[in-house]
């Protein structure tokens, strides 16, 4: 089986840009979880989408927002893009609700200038 | 201004050795404890679970031991090699799928 890949793997953008990041899930898995990591605030989580619903969030504005389609893949944006906002983006999924043993992807490395 | 970053506890242990990386936890009421590893330049990757019911659970070269009354976890890898250097995590689960991660511990191996 093909594992979760995420594209891009690098971008480059400027402040006040927009992004999206796209993720596909392995196939099968119907649950898409998104994590931000820095070097000062670690591994964070951004949401969780299953058949196509958010059912969990974490604690970042609003400019961070995501969707998941009915063939599971899920995408993510951010608005108004901040220098605070470059980081690795995961994403993992999981076959069910409640898995603790998630899948990720290598991720998607954002640069903001 | 320079950037601060999370503070990663370091174990540094030779080629062949065993290692025994700690996790503390606060969250009694957790179903299950797990660990994750995560390599330079690759997504996190689950080694191990095990349930609140249990003490020890061994897998292929690791052994995760969890003592409730201390609220302590710790994963063994025997025979420590190279491509065991990774930053270990032992995330707990936020409901839905949600995973909160702490800083990990760096495990470097040394020929």
């Known amino acids: 089986k093909a594992g979760v890949t995420q594209t891009p793997r690098y971008l480059i953008k400027t402040r006040g840009q927009q992004v999206t990041l796209s993720c596909s899930p392995i196939?099968?898995?119907?649950?898409v979880s998104w994590y931000q990591q820095t070097p000062g605030q670690g591994l964070q989580f951004l949401f969780e989408?299953?058949?196509?619903?958010?059912?969990n969030k974490g604690n970042f504005p609003g400019r961070f927002s995501g969707r998941q389609f009915s063939n599971s893949r899920s995408e993510m944006n951010v608005s108004t893009l901040e220098l605070g906002d470059s980081a690795l983006y995961l994403c993992?999924?999981?076959?069910?609700?409640?898995?603790?043993?998630?899948?990720f992807g290598p991720g998607t490395r954002l640069t903001v200038t | 201004g320079e950037s601060v970053g999370l503070h990663l506890p370091t174990l540094s242990v030779q080629e062949g050795d065993n290692s025994i990386i700690n996790c503390a936890y606060s969250?009694?009421?957790?179903?299950?404890f797990i660990w994750y590893k995560q390599e330079s330049g690759k997504g996190p990757q689950f080694i191990i679970d095990i349930r609140s019911n249990m003490d020890k659970r061994q897998g292929q070269r690791v052994t995760v031991l969890l003592n409730k009354t201390v609220k302590h976890l710790s994963l063994q890898i025997a025979a420590t090699q190279p491509g065991d250097s990774a930053v270990y995590f032992c995330p707990f689960s936020g409901g839905y799928n949600k995973l909160i991660f702490g800083a990990g511990t760096r495990l470097a191996v040394h020929p």
């Open positions: 989408y299953f058949s196509e619903t958010q059912r």
């Open positions: 993992a999924s999981t076959p069910r609700a409640g898995d603790y043993e998630q899948y």
């Open positions: 196939s099968g898995h119907r649950s």
């Open positions: 969250n009694s009421a957790s179903d299950y």
